[in-house]
Nanobody, 122 residues
Framework: QLVESGGGLVQAGDSLRLSCATS????????MAWFRQAPGKEREFVAG????????NYSDSVKGRFTISRDNAKNTVYLQMNSLKPEDTAVYYC?????????????????WGQGTQVTVSS
């Protein structure tokens, strides 16, 4: 029900844009978030956006480099990633939760995509 795309292999300093399309309707009822999981680490919050896109939240590690946005007409959420670093290497997942509050724990997101790999070489 959530399908991520846009991952790939890039060099440090490059940019990527991830997309997450969903069939969950109405899409505007869901707060959306991006998480990532590096090998051997737990899944961590990256960015979140509330239902109408007016409120966003970012982890300190990506603030100023990543931008989350959504297009409710297209049922899609995006993650623009600039100035990528090797430590950004991970599988990126989008999650959805019914409601209007951006929460940081994976436990609060019942719906997940399959993930897309992002690899940043130095």
């Amino acid at each position: 029900q959530l399908v991520e795309s846009g991952g790939g292999l890039v060099q440090a300093g490059d940019s990527l844009r991830l997309s997450c399309a969903t069939s969950r309707r109405p899409f505007s009822d869901y707060t959306m978030a991006w998480f990532r999981q590096a090998p051997g680490k737990e899944r961590e919050f990256v960015a979140g956006i509330n239902r109408n896109g007016e409120t966003t939240n970012y982890s300190d590690s990506v603030k100023g480099r990543f931008t989350i946005s959504r297009d409710n007409a297209k049922n899609t959420v995006y993650l623009q990633m600039n100035s990528l670093k090797p430590e950004d290497t991970a599988v990126y997942y989008c999650g959805a939760r019914f409601g209007n509050v951006i929460l940081l724990s994976t436990n609060n997101y019942p719906y997940w995509g399959q993930g897309t790999q992002v690899t940043v070489s130095s």
